[in-house]
C-alpha cells in the first residue's frame, strides 16, 4: 500500500479518523504514519473537523474498579497474560509484535514460546517500535521454571548491543520468554 | 485535589514512566473517555473493559503522541473510539437502540448551551449542508463507531453507496470548514 499520493493519504487519514479501517490495516497504517509526518498531519486534521463531535457526549467517571484493573496491568509485579491475539510462535510473534507493539490495546505483557528464534531482531522490534526503556526479558528454560533469569533490556542505544547479546545467551535454549512492563518508579 | 497540569506533561511524564502522571492523565480525561466508550459500546461492562484496554495501550504508547497530530484529548479520544470499535467486531454483536445520531446532535445544540464551542457550532452548520442520509452516515460512524456494512444495513443502501457517500460527505465537510 502506497502513500505517496497526498489525496489517498487524506482519505485514509479520513478512514483511520472515522474508525472505518479494520484492526490490522489500521495498525499499518499506524506503521506508516510513524515514519510519515504529512500522514500525521493529515490525521490530525480529520481529527480537529470531527471532534467536536465528541463534545455532545456527557462524561461519566468510571467506577474505581476500572482504574484498579489498570495499574494492576502496568504494574511489573503482576503481569497479566497475551490476548488471544499473539499466538505462540516466534514467526507469529515476530509478525504480531511489528506490527501492534503494544498498539492496539494488547495486553503489555507478551507471552510466547519461541521456536528457532530471530531474537535480535525481536528485541530491536521491541525497542523501535514500543520504545522500551527498562523493561525485562524473563526466560523459562521449562515449563516448570519459576526461577527466571532476567534481563534489563536496557535504556540507551550504546546499550543495547550488549543487552542484545545478553538476552540471547538468556533465551537460548528457553522454551519462553516473558517481556514484562519496567517495575513502577520507587 | 485534581491536577492542573496540562495534559502535554502529563502524558510526557507517562511517557518517561512517571506513574503518577499517569494516574493525574486518567483522573483529568477519564470521565469523558468513559462517556465515549459507553456511547460506542452501549454496554456498560463492555465499555469498563475498552477503558481499561484504552489505557493499558496509552501507557504503553505515551511516546508515539505528536502535537502534529491534534490535541492531547484528540488522540486519546482516537485511541479509546479505536479499543471500542475493536471490542464490538471482537464480540459480533452490535447494542441496539443507538439514539438516532441527527438528533443527539441537533438536541444537545438546540438546548441553548453557552458552552457549545464555535468548532461545534460550525461543524453543526457544516454537516447541515449534507443531504440526510450522507449525514447520517457520518454520524453513525464517528458517533457509534458503525462500519460500512452495518451503516449499509441501517440506511438500507449498498455499501458501495455508503463508501462513496461518505467519502464526499468528508471533503464537503473540509471544503466547508474551510481547512
Redesign the interface.
Known amino acids: 500500500m502506497r502513500y505517496g499520493r497526498p489525496e489517498l493519504g487524506d ?1 485514509l487519514a ?1 478512514d483511520y ?4 479501517m ?2 490490522r490495516a ?1 495498525q499499518r497504517f499506524e506503521r506508516a504514519m ?1 515514519d510519515d ?1 504529512t500522514l ?2 493529515a ?21 474505581a ?3 484498579r ?3 494492576h ?2 504494574q511489573f509485579a503482576a503481569p497479566a497474560p497475551a490476548r488471544g491475539r499473539l499466538r505462540p510462535g516466534a514467526f507469529t510473534f515476530w509478525r504480531g509484535l511489528a506490527a501492534t ?8 505483557v507478551i507471552y510466547i514460546v519461541l521456536y528457532p528464534k530471530p531474537l535480535p531482531q525481536i528485541f530491536e522490534a521491541l525497542a523501535d517500535k ?2 522500551l ?2 523493561w525485562i526479558a524473563s526466560a523459562k528454560h521449562s515449563p516448570s521454571d519459576v526461577g527466571l533469569s532476567t534481563v534489563n533490556l536496557g535504556t540507551s542505544e550504546r546499550e543495547r548491543p550488549r543487552w542484545i547479546r545478553a538476552a540471547l545467551l538468556l533465551t537460548n535454549d528457553a522454551r519462553s520468554v516473558t517481556v514484562d ?2 517495575a ?2 520507587r | 485535589m485534581p491536577d492542573k497540569t496540562p495534559l502535554p506533561d502529563l502524558l510526557r511524564r507517562t511517557a518517561a514512566g512517571d506513574k503518577p502522571a499517569f494516574a493525574s492523565l486518567y483522573q483529568a480525561t477519564s470521565a469523558k473517555l468513559f462517556g465515549v466508550a459507553l456511547r460506542i459500546c452501549g454496554r456498560r461492562e463492555v465499555a469498563e473493559e475498552v477503558l481499561q484496554e484504552a489505557f493499558v495501550a496509552i501507557w504503553g504508547r505515551a511516546k508515539d503522541y505528536d502535537p502534529v497530530r491534534g490535541s492531547v484529548m484528540t488522540w486519546l479520544v482516537t485511541i479509546v473510539r479505536h479499543c471500542a470499535i475493536d471490542q464490538l467486531r471482537h464480540q459480533q454483536s452490535r447494542p441496539e437502540g443507538h439514539s438516532a445520531p441527527e438528533e443527539v446532535l441537533s438536541s444537545f445544540v438546540a438546548t441553548g448551551r453557552t458552552d457549545i464551542s464555535a468548532e461545534l457550532r460550525a461543524l453543526q452548520r457544516c454537516l447541515d449542508e449534507l443531504d440526510p442520509q450522507p449525514r447520517k452516515a457520518v454520524l453513525l460512524a464517528y458517533l457509534y463507531g458503525l462500519t460500512r456494512d452495518e451503516i449499509a444495513a441501517r440506511l438500507k443502501v449498498p455499501v458501495g453507496t455508503v463508501k462513496s457517500s461518505l467519502w464526499r460527505s468528508l471533503e464537503r465537510l473540509q471544503r466547508c470548514l474551510g481547512s
Open positions: 482519505r479520513a479518523v472515522l474508525g472505518m479494520p484492526q489500521r510513524a509526518a500525521r498531519a490525521v490530525g486534521a480529520w481529527s480537529d473537523r470531527l471532534k467536536p463531535l465528541d463534545d455532545i457526549t456527557v462524561g461519566e467517571k468510571p467506577p474498579r476500572v482504574w484493573a489498570i495499574e496491568r502496568v507493539a503494544v498498539a492496539a490495546c494488547a495486553a503489555l514500543t520504545g526503556p527498562d512492563p519496567p513502577p518508579p
